[in-house]
């Protein structure tokens, strides 16, 4: 037999294995959706910093110093 086959089925026998255990304890899936949702409000924090850093910067490089007027 394929090798890549024995490494899948192995894989769908842990995947059913987790599951059954999830279902017998349906608390347990609580700190994953937890982590998941920290995880989007992350991202979103870090994309709205991204956001303003870089209206700040737009707007600080056209405040005018007057040294440059003849």
């Given amino acids: 037999m394929f090798f890549e086959?024995?490494?899948?089925?192995h894989l769908i026998a842990l995947l059913r294995s987790r599951l059954q255990v999830l279902r017998a304890e349906p608390e347990a899936g609580y700190s994953t959706?937890?982590?998941?949702v920290i995880a989007l409000l992350v991202a979103m924090a870090i994309t709205a910093v991204g956001i303003i850093a870089?209206?700040?910067i737009s707007t600080a490089h056209n405040i005018s110093t007057g040294g440059s007027g003849g």
Avoid: H, Y
């Fill in 54 to 56: 870089a209206k700040v």
């Fill in 5 to 9: 086959l024995s490494i899948i089925r």
């Fill in 33 to 36: 959706e937890a982590v998941v």
